[in-house]
Every structure is written in C-alpha cells, then in structure tokens.
C-alpha cells in the first residue's frame, strides 16, 4: 500500500525510499561540454531569434 500524495512513509518502512533517486544518468568522462560555450553557434545569421532580440532591445 502506497503512502497518500503529500505524506512520507516513516522511516524503517519499505516504502520509504528516502528520496533518493532510482536510477542515475551515465557518466560519460570524455563529453566536453554539455552545450556549447555559446549558444549563438547554434543559429544561423538569418534566424528569426536575431530579429526578435533587436525589436526587444529597442523596447
């Protein structure tokens, strides 16, 4: 039998994972980044994103 939403199980039961994490995400040591250093290099010169930024920054 499951805890209700909103209330821990108290500690000792089963049910009580501590919240911890179940699984984990791989480690990968030779990954440089996770994005890139600028997240300009992903758009071309011509995307709509530029025109935006120039319309806010004259607001």
Do not use: C
């Amino acid at each position: 039998m499951k805890s209700p939403v909103g209330v821990r199980a108290p500690a000792g039961d089963p049910r009580n994972d501590g919240g911890m994490a179940r699984s984990y995400r791989p480690v990968i040591r030779d990954q440089e980044f996770l994005l890139p250093p600028n997240m300009a290099d992903w758009l071309p010169e011509d995307h709509p994103v530029w025109f935006v930024l120039d319309v806010v920054e004259q607001l």
